[in-house]
């Protein structure tokens, strides 16, 4: 009976102590386990030696500390705000400033320093929906271009430590030297579920406090990617030789060798924003290439007599290019072609096509593709967010993959005019491999125009 009515007691004076009391400012409690609410004066004093006594004498001590004057969470002192008037706080890392761009989200596990060195990110702000990014650092080999081309990246978790052999530099020290601002603890999901909605939405970060939501959410109205041309902003200048393949700690496809066997074939490759491996894959089955600017003139690569035609990735609007399209339709039936992203949107328009916008678009390393002729199905890596309209194709272009997710135009043939167009990036390797066979196929169109 006494130890009901002292256990009795004691859980009354617990509940009315409530949760406010355990985080008070004080230095030091004596409660049993489990914690007990905290008493005072003469009565707490029986009431702990009687417990004490019940428990055999043992009293177990816990400190409770003063409450904090700083919270110990990271400060949230930055903001996304979206065209639609949603406000997004996060804590800055990287870049300070404010930039507008389009926000989508990636759904890849892996490769986010390729991402951000990607040119077809120019004019977005990538969320990634892996929670965790920052934890293999940045190192020099898997930069895809020679600079940070996204205009923001939001993550969910910013890792503190870097565990990667190759690391150089941490991802908060690069976004610092490439001047790119970075969002952390933002709830990526809700983000993620927002934009798949409601579809890709424009939005300012910013790490400015004396801008108002108001004014951040007027800037966001004022912009759109639709109607902007950026090939020639991210394009190279001027035309230059390019000729260093996969190495051979890297190589993985066995017919590299078989084509270095044959003469080299020189290939012409419209820079639109052309990645790194997407070079490194040409040049590694033996093909001399020369990289040349977005506006080059399509007679000027028609004099240098190459052997083939590459239509690269890039970003922005397609239907902002029309001298793209024009140099396209002058070189199409002349040469064989290969494009691939950009360059298949581009060709799609030269065949006598149109692109339309996705509603928050591709971007992630596990869409997969099949490839209509023989039912194969490629995991593939994409990014873009445009889209080329099958049923304004004329007659005699065949739609040779299909994304299995939407159902949207993801390659096309167009045997007559001896070119070959796919949407995603072969050169990513997301399946790994299973996507590298377009290259062959490029190599094949040269080789038997050669014969």
Excluded at 290 to 311: C, H
Excluded at 426 to 448: K, L, T, W
Aim: hydrophobic share 40%.
């Amino acid at each position: 009976m006494k130890m009901h009515s002292l256990q009795t007691k004691l859980q009354g004076r617990s509940a009315a102590c409530g949760v406010a009391d355990l985080h008070a400012p004080c230095s030091r409690q004596v409660v049993l386990t489990p914690v007990a609410g905290r008493a005072s004066g003469r009565r707490a004093c029986e009431g702990f030696r009687s417990a004490a006594a019940l428990s055999g004498g043992r009293v177990r001590t816990v400190v409770v500390r003063a409450a904090a004057i700083t919270s110990p969470f990271p400060k949230k002192d930055a903001r996304l705000v979206l065209e639609n008037g949603s406000v997004w706080h996060a804590t800055s890392f990287g870049a300070s400033g404010t930039e507008i761009g389009e926000v989508v989200f990636n759904t890849s596990l892996s490769g986010y320093q390729e991402i951000m060195t990607d040119p077809s990110y120019k004019g977005q702000f990538v969320a990634f929906t892996c929670p965790h990014i920052g934890n293999v650092g940045i190192n020099n080999e898997d930069v895809e271009s020679t600079k940070c081309h996204l205009g923001a990246i939001i993550v969910r978790d910013l890792s503190i430590t870097v565990s990667n052999y190759r690391s150089k530099m941490t991802l908060d020290a690069y976004c610092k030297k490439e001047n790119v601002i970075g969002l952390a603890n933002l709830d990526t999901r809700a983000l993620t579920k927002v934009l798949r909605e409601t579809g890709c939405l424009v939005g300012v970060v910013t790490t400015d406090a004396s801008k108002s939501d108001e004014e951040l959410v007027n800037m966001a109205k004022s912009w759109t990617i639709v109607g902007k041309d950026l090939l020639s902003v991210v394009s190279c200048t001027e035309p230059y030789e390019w000729g260093k393949g996969t190495s051979d700690e890297w190589e993985f496809n066995g017919r590299v060798k078989l084509a270095k066997q044959h003469a080299p074939f020189h290939i012409v490759a419209y820079d639109f924003g052309i990645k790194t491996n997407i070079l490194r894959r040409l040049a590694s089955f033996g093909c001399r290439i020369t990289v040349v600017p977005a506006t080059y003139p399509a007679s000027e690569v028609l004099k240098m007599n190459p052997d083939g035609v590459f239509f690269s990735n890039g970003p922005g609007d397609p239907s902002a290019a029309p001298y793209a399209v024009e140099n396209a339709k002058a070189i199409l039936g002349k040469k064989p072609v290969f494009g691939i992203c950009m360059g298949h949107q581009v060709l799609g328009q030269a065949f006598g096509g149109k692109t339309f916008k996705l509603k928050f678009g591709h971007h992630g390393g596990n869409h997969p593709i099949r490839y209509m002729p023989t039912g194969r199905v490629e995991i593939s890596a994409q990014n873009h967010n445009f889209a080329v309209d099958p049923a304004t194709l004329p007659a005699g272009v065949e739609v040779t993959h299909v994304n299995l997710n939407d159902g949207t135009c993801a390659g096309m043939v167009y045997k007559d005019k001896k070119a070959m167009t796919i949407q995603y990036h072969p050169e990513a390797s997301p399946g790994p491999h299973d996507a590298d066979v377009c290259f062959e196929q490029f190599i094949d169109m040269m080789r038997a125009e050669r014969v």
